[in-house]
């Protein structure tokens, strides 16, 4: 595999896990491989089981690998879960240059220092996300490129998460034979194909309903603010169909797959179909406003559990651009339209424009490439820019991956 010209992402959710492959084309990416396995190993978005959980990953990449007829040596790998915490940093560095200019070199130099605090040891830094930059005293400033100044400072968040949950993602895909080119926190790198740059300023939750857990971000003034996580998804909607039509957990997902309706009023009285019921070779018939009645009260509770967590973040009258929702979940028919009036506000799903993965479930693998892509145009940039690299810092996981210290886009 050439370097450089592919970008892989994996995807490690509850129930699957998921690899694209991206082909670089100047500064932009086309997905030109996707392979998915079913995710065995993993708990409401964690690893609760490392063996089946690399060999998931193992399916997903030769599947992945025998579309394009290539060789995946590594990948970026998004990374999730309730560890995931925010802490605020600040840092202060000189600015070097004689002609007083703001470079590349400063900014880095200034985010190394923000990372410079004390963590708990069971903690690790993910990533270090800018809010704003103060150029000698002068607030408000996002881009300091190119402007003059003597003091340099970053008002700035740590996204630190659990050191034993990074530990398992990596060690799985390195089981699995795949380097880890990098880790990327998932509604970071989501954020990337789902937000615009104006929802992003003026407000927005990001919301990801997956398999086993929805998680709620929340971007404001253009960066991240909050992030957290709900143990509920598709897979409560799935277990309340089959105690509810007395069926096979497996039948259930069939089901809601091909006949599942979010809301009661949107569904059909003539959409009909026939399950065998546990215990007996019956087939007893349904309509899909039966299996509505089901399902709706469910993802009302998942939708209402999303406003009290924004209501928690401080944000619930305080998202000029409302909700956007992706995860497999957002496929059913009249997601959207509920979550709409349970949430109370605008509200939009996030599809991938590429072909082959335009679907709700794919924003999070396509987003942590267009998010690797933005820092590899970054290094480029930077390597142009300067010629001696920034001494890195610290032990850990992290250590090891090169863009980790400016992975702040
Ligand atoms: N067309 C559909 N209609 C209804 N539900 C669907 C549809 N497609 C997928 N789902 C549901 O979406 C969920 C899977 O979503 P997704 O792939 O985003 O989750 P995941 O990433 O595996 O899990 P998590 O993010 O929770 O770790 C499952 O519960 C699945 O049943
Ligand atoms: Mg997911």
Not at 158 to 185: D, K, P, Q
Request: net charge negative; aromatic share 4%; charged share 20%.
């Amino acid at each position: 595999m050439a370097k450089g010209e592919y970008i892989v992402s994996l995807d490690i959710g509850t129930s699957k896990v998921r690899a694209i492959i991206g082909e670089l084309n100047g500064n932009s990416i086309n997905v030109i491989g996707v392979g998915s396995a079913e995710g065995e190993g993993i708990r409401h978005g964690a690893i609760v089981d490392i063996d089946q959980t690399v060999q998931s990953i193992r399916e997903a990449v030769d599947h992945a690998e025998r579309m394009v007829g290539i060789h995946i040596a590594s990948a970026y790998v998004g990374i999730s879960g309730n560890h995931i915490e925010l802490q605020s940093s600040h840092g202060v560095v000189a600015v070097s240059s004689q002609d007083r200019e703001i470079g590349e070199e400063d900014i880095d130099r200034v985010l190394q220092q923000a990372r410079v605090v004390a963590l708990k040891p069971e903690r690790e830094i993910i990533d270090v996300v800018a809010k704003e930059y103060i150029v000698d005293g002068l607030r408000g400033i996002m881009d300091p490129r190119g402007m003059l100044g003597v003091r340099l400072e970053v008002d700035a968040y740590l996204i630190t998460g659990s050191r034993t949950a990074i530990h398992n993602v990596v060690r799985c895909v390195e089981r699995a034979g795949i380097e880890v080119a990098n880790l990327v926190l998932l509604p970071m790198a989501a954020s990337t194909v789902a937000l615009s740059a104006d929802e992003r300023k003026l407000g927005v939750a990001l919301v990801d309903v997956g398999a086993g857990a929805t998680s709620v971000t929340v971007f404001e003034h253009g960066v991240m603010v909050g992030t957290s996580i709900i143990p509920m998804g598709g897979d409560y909607v799935t277990h309340d169909i089959a105690i509810g039509l007395r069926t096979q957990t497996a039948t259930a997902e069939q089901v809601k797959i091909r006949h599942g309706c979010a809301s009661v009023d949107a569904a059909s009285d003539a959409e009909r179909f026939q399950i065998p019921r546990i215990g007996s070779h019956q087939e007893v018939e349904y309509t899909q406003y039966d299996l509505a009645t089901i399902i709706e009260p469910r993802m009302q509770e998942i939708f209402s559990l999303v406003r009290k967590e924004i209501e928690k973040m401080g944000y619930l009258h305080d998202l000029p651009s409302g909700y956007v929702l992706h995860g497999g979940v957002m496929s059913m028919q009249a997601a959207g339209e509920l979550a709409a009036a349970e949430l109370q506000a605008p509200v939009r799903v996030a599809v991938p424009e590429f072909l082959g993965v335009r679907d709700p479930s794919f924003v999070n693998g396509v987003g942590i490439i267009s998010h690797a892509l933005r820092s590899q145009v970054r290094i480029t940039q930077l390597e142009t820019v300067t010629t001696s690299r920034p001494v890195k810092t610290g032990g850990g996981v992290f250590a090891r991956f090169k863009d980790w210290l400016r992975d702040f886009i």
